[in-house]
């Protein structure tokens, strides 16, 4: 067996590398060293192109000692080491290939030395492979794919993906077998490599701005994405340690994941209750035993002096409804935003400027229309000088019902138009999908119809522009559909 004591080197050896992935270059050179006995502390390991880069050389290389004549020392490293030295070398550190030879160097004379987790180097090794197994995990998980069109009837896509250590190439079977159907180019900083059908190629490293950033798949994965968040199984520190906030900047989905979260206890709120909705939509309850207001004037002049209403986190300013006392069409929204309480009428801000076009591009006349709010006063957190929205709980929905009811019963509408989850629980007393209702006019209150879709917010929240036109398009085909269903004779 080798031992230190047969080392015959004197001076400094450098071991120059292929590149940074060139671990059979280490190996061949490490069996080498060892069999001519160049103790750990008489080399220095670098990678080609590295010193220009990174190291400072002050002195050539030392030549390395002849080989010993036959029989060569015997070489024992375990297999365990050898596999956690063979992960540990893709690490970021520059001193890993330094760190490998004097392992296996002190393995000669240290008896099972992989077996001892407390040995400095033995934990260090461990903790870099660790490092590069989760580092290959997030790769696998976090690759996400644009596609470029299609060569011989395959489809192609591209990906860009920044790994914290040298795992491109590492990572290609996985990918390969994957998507074997497909052809597709994943580039990385430093590396790249490249599926055609038939083999796996590795080249140059690049720069993300030379990819597509988006094409039309993606919007498809963002909608799946929002409609398999369960709110009710995030918890928020564990979510980020699993997909850390370094990688959302790659990731189509991730710009959905703040509002998400925002809303995630709300909608908790909403999947417990909707275990006990049923199916058929249910018209308003009366539930004051006070005498009916005789005027939409009278209705707000009493809910101005009711002191009953909700307070906290709220403006003092009530909004009240705005348009024709008789019109045919009610519109309810969810309540004031910053704008609307400042001005004092309801969908004048930006949400509100987005309505005006859709029901002009449905042949809708807002002067004619009864705009209106579940919640008539503007919810909101202070941050600095800017009042955040918040939304109403369902306590405060509650409250206000009774009032939109008699908005309802003064205005007499033929039908209505719900805009979001706010506005519906409002009126059917209990959580609505908008998903699962929108797109049909619904009966509701017996001479009454009534249609539920999104609120104008929602489009205003979508960040991509082709997304955002896609469901632009949808809300004016649902008023196109509420205004058709007003100007037939007799409709409601």
């Known amino acids: ?126 903790h870099h492979a660790k490092a590069i197994r989760r580092d290959i995990h997030k790769m696998h998980a976090f690759v996400r794919f644009r596609k470029t069109g299609e060569r011989a009837g395959r489809e192609q896509f591209v990906a860009w993906f920044e790994p914290d250590h040298h795992i491109t190439e590492a990572v290609a079977p996985f990918f ?153 069409i009610m519109i309810i929204g969810e309540q004031p935003g910053d704008q609307e309480d400042r001005q004092g009428r309801p969908f004048v801000g930006p949400a509100g400027q987005l309505l005006d076009r859709a029901l002009a591009g449905a042949g809708l006349d807002r002067r004619q229309l009864f705009l209106t709010n579940a919640v008539k006063r503007f919810k909101f957190r202070q941050s600095g000088k800017r009042r955040i929205h918040e939304t109403p709980n369902a306590g405060e929905i509650a409250y206000y019902r009774w009032w939109v009811e008699q908005e309802i019963r003064l205005v007499d509408p033929r039908i209505i138009i719900a805009l979001g989850a706010t506005a519906a629980r409002s009126l059917t007393g209990k959580p609505v999908t908008i998903a699962r209702r929108r797109g049909t006019i619904l009966p509701f209150a017996d001479t009454r119809a009534l249609l539920i879709t999104v609120h104008p917010s929602y489009l205003l929240r979508i960040p991509d522009e082709q997304g955002r036109q896609v469901e632009y398009a949808k809300f004016v085909r649902d008023l196109e559909m509420v205004a058709g269903y007003a100007s037939r004779p007799g409709s409601g």
Not at 38 to 57: F, H, I, K, M
Request: glycine letters at 6%; hydrophobic letters at 40%.
């Open 1 to 126: 067996m080798l031992t230190p004591a047969r080392t015959a080197a004197v001076g400094h050896h450098r071991i120059t590398l292929a590149s940074e992935t060139d671990r059979a270059g280490w190996r061949d050179q490490a069996r080498a060293l060892l069999q001519r006995g160049v103790a750990p502390d008489r080399l220095s390991w670098t990678v080609d192109g590295r010193t220009r880069d990174a190291e400072l050389s002050l002195s050539a290389p030392v030549a390395l000692p002849e080989a010993s004549a036959p029989p060569a020392p015997a070489i024992r490293i375990a297999a365990p080491l050898l596999a956690l030295i063979d992960s540990a070398l893709l690490h970021r550190n520059p001193d890993r290939f330094d760190l490998a030879y004097r392992t296996v160097y002190r393995a000669q004379t240290v008896r099972d030395l992989h077996r001892n987790p407390a040995d400095p180097d033995v934990l260090k090794l461990s």
């Open 176 to 328: 390969r077998k994957r998507f074997t159907g497909m052809d597709w180019l994943i580039l990385t900083p430093e590396a790249s490599i490249a599926w055609d059908g038939e083999r796996l190629s590795f080249g140059p490293g690049g720069n993300k701005h030379d990819l597509p950033q988006q094409d039309g798949v993606e919007a498809e994965w963002r909608s799946y994405y929002a409609h398999i968040f369960n709110p009710a199984r995030v918890k928020v520190a564990a979510m980020k340690s699993e997909m850390p906030v370094k990688y959302w900047k790659n990731l189509p989905e991730a710009d959905l994941i703040p509002a998400m979260l925002e809303r995630a206890s709300g909608r908790v709120d909403a999947m417990v209750a909707r275990q006990q909705e049923a199916l058929p939509l249910a018209g308003p309850e009366t539930r004051s035993a006070a005498e009916p207001p005789a005027s939409l004037d009278q209705l707000y002049d009493r809910l101005e002096q009711a002191r009953d209403a909700p307070r906290e986190n709220f403006s003092d300013r009530l909004v009240r409804g705005s348009g024709p006392p008789d019109a045919r």
